[in-house]
């Protein structure tokens, strides 16, 4: 095999019990795809931002796992897409917080290991919310400079990002955006205040975004997760301070968010990755950064569950990826 069993994260070889499960579960012969990848994030020390990526079996539980590095020696407030064989992470502040970065690079994710080089993006900033399909990224709008700019790419190539159209409002700081097959979704974020707008795209096409409805509040910085029917979002912060509400949407049709529960932890800056059945939340602060995992079942509603710990308690605001979220699942 030329990626981990699990068996354990550096483990190669698959017992015929894993084999019986990933077929039962059916994550076989793709169980690589049920990895969700937490990429990047700030840190309290010095630098302010760290180049680690790390991964998790959404399908299990348990705790994060080193995968490798980033290209450019550290990010935060990226943004990021996948397919079901590669993670895109572009964007974000570069160490110490001091500038801005247009980079784009990706990770396969059947080879542990480092970053490598795909292109830039059409304009440098960070806080960008990313959607995909398996064939597609879109990054969407940002801060420093406050943009409503989106931008894609073609995933299983590399080369510059090609202009896509504009979102509704010039925002930065939305929820990891949820995804089907068809369809990116924007929640909330901030210019400088809070929006509960949220807006879609068509993945497949390019074009301005259009208004789907509203969060329960204004918010910024929330995690999100999908299948290829239901969007999560989790966490943020609503102006009056941090929050551990979860809400949900049915993508494909166009409405106001409804409650799903509580997160274990109140925080924002929250990371999320997702399967088809199943959400992950990592990391965020209130405001001491924390590395607690925590995670849903996305098809029901009810509060989050202990999941297991980041590798450490120094990451938020983080890129994600995940080979398995709703917009690549079926």
């Known amino acids: 095999m030329a990626f981990p069993s699990p068996s354990g994260p550096n483990s190669y070889i698959w017992k015929l019990k894993d084999v019986y499960n990933a077929r039962l579960g059916n994550n076989w012969p793709n169980y690589i795809s049920s990895y969700g990848f937490f990429i990047g994030g700030e840190s309290p020390a010095s630098p302010a931002t760290t180049n680690t990526i790390q991964w998790i079996n959404i399908p299990s539980t348990g705790n994060a796992t080193d995968f490798g590095d980033l290209l450019a020696g550290a990010s935060s407030n990226q943004s990021s897409s996948a397919s079901t064989t590669r993670g895109l992470n572009a964007m974000g502040y570069s160490p110490n917080d001091v500038t801005t970065t247009n980079s784009i690079q990706y990770f396969t994710f059947s080879t542990q290991g480092n970053a490598v080089d795909f292109g830039d993006t059409t304009q440098a900033r960070t806080r960008s919310a990313g959607a995909s399909s398996e064939t597609r990224g879109v990054f969407c709008g940002g801060q420093d400079p406050n943009s409503n700019t ?8 590399t080369g510059n990002a090609a202009d896509f159209g504009d979102q509704i409002n010039s925002v930065g700081g939305s929820a990891n955006m949820v995804n089907s097959p068809t369809r990116g979704i924007i929640g909330g974020g901030g210019n400088p205040g809070r929006t509960n707008v949220i807006q879609y795209i068509t993945i497949a096409s390019t074009g301005n975004a259009t208004d789907f409805g509203d969060l329960l509040a204004g918010n910024i910085i929330l995690g999100g997760v999908s299948s290829n029917t239901r969007g999560v979002f989790a966490g943020g912060n ?21 409650d ?6 109140t925080r924002a800056g929250v990371g999320g ?3 088809s059945i199943r959400g992950v939340f990592g990391g965020g602060q209130n405001p001491v950064v924390t590395n607690t995992l925590d995670y849903i079942t996305i098809t029901t509603t009810g509060n989050a569950i202990d999941f297991g710990d980041m590798l450490t308690t120094t990451d938020g605001e983080y890129g994600t990826a995940s080979g398995s979220h709703g917009g690549i699942s079926s």
């Open 150 to 157: 989106m931008d894609y790419v073609t995933i299983a190539s």
């Open 238 to 258: 609503d102006g009056p301070g941090v929050i551990n509400v979860i809400q949900y949407i049915t993508i494909a049709s166009t409405g106001n968010a409804t």
């Open 260 to 265: 799903f529960g509580d997160l274990t932890v």
């Open 273 to 275: 990755v997702s399967n």
